[in-house]
T-cell receptor
């Protein structure tokens, strides 16, 4: 059974810092991995999608990497801003299935 | 980009009544949609997979008679919470993909259901 773990559960940093959020999964037979952002009381916004054949994806100040063999993905946020405060969720899609398996999320707070 | 619209965003209902939540794919056809439930400060729990033109597939432990799902068209899936009770109060979110998992998943904005 695929399990996804995100560390840390919560993170608070001052504005301007670069930071890394971690995601690990137990079964390397994934189809792709997706990082989402969720603001309080809102739905999920897709940030980055990495196919299983890819090693990383970038969008603006965000960079996500994928190491399938070790079952890990990281989300790198450069020059953090207070507007980046949210919960960040990673999710994997298992090969042969359509379901997303989510981690528990990292609650990020960027302090001005 | 793919957009999923969910309505209503908030609903308050009395115990014993039923509530319908709509999930629409606005710019693509979705043969499959997914319904999630989220408890406060928790991650998403998949409730069921909605298949256009056929019965939904429910996850273990989800009461299919309480959470009725209808996927009557390629752009619309509905979740009806029947005979709602206070313990059904939660945040419900739907999602869809553009035909296959390759394109990733798009989520609706969620519905906050409060049963009083």
């Amino acid at each position: 059974k695929q399990e996804v773990t995100q560390i840390p559960a919560a993170l608070s940093v001052p504005e301007g810092e670069n930071l890394v959020l971690n995601c690990s999964f137990t079964d390397s037979a994934i189809y792709n991995l997706q990082w989402f952002r969720q603001d309080p009381g809102k739905g999920l916004t897709s940030l980055l999608l990495i196919q299983s054949s890819q090693r990383e994806q970038t969008s603006g100040r965000l960079n996500a990497s994928l190491d399938k063999s070790s079952g890990r993905s990281t989300l790198y946020i450069a020059a953090s801003q207070p507007g980046d405060s949210a919960t960040y969720l990673c999710a994997v899609i298992i090969q042969g299935a359509q379901k997303l398996v989510f981690g528990q999320g990292t609650r990020l707070t960027i302090n001005p | 980009g793919a957009v999923v619209s969910q309505h209503p965003s908030r609903v308050i209902c009395k115990s014993g009544t039923s509530v319908k939540i709509e999930c629409r794919s606005l710019d693509f056809q979705a043969t499959t949609m997914f319904w999630y439930r989220q408890f406060p400060k928790k991650s998403l729990m998949l409730m069921a997979t909605s298949n256009e033109g056929s019965k939904a597939t429910y996850e273990q432990g989800v009461e299919k008679d309480k959470f009725l799902i209808n996927h009557a068209s390629l752009t619309l899936s509905t979740l009806t919470v029947t005979s709602a009770h206070p313990e059904d109060s939660s945040f419900y979110i739907c999602s869809a993909n553009q035909g296959e998992s390759y394109y990733g998943y798009t989520f609706g904005s969620g519905t906050r259901l409060t049963v009083v």
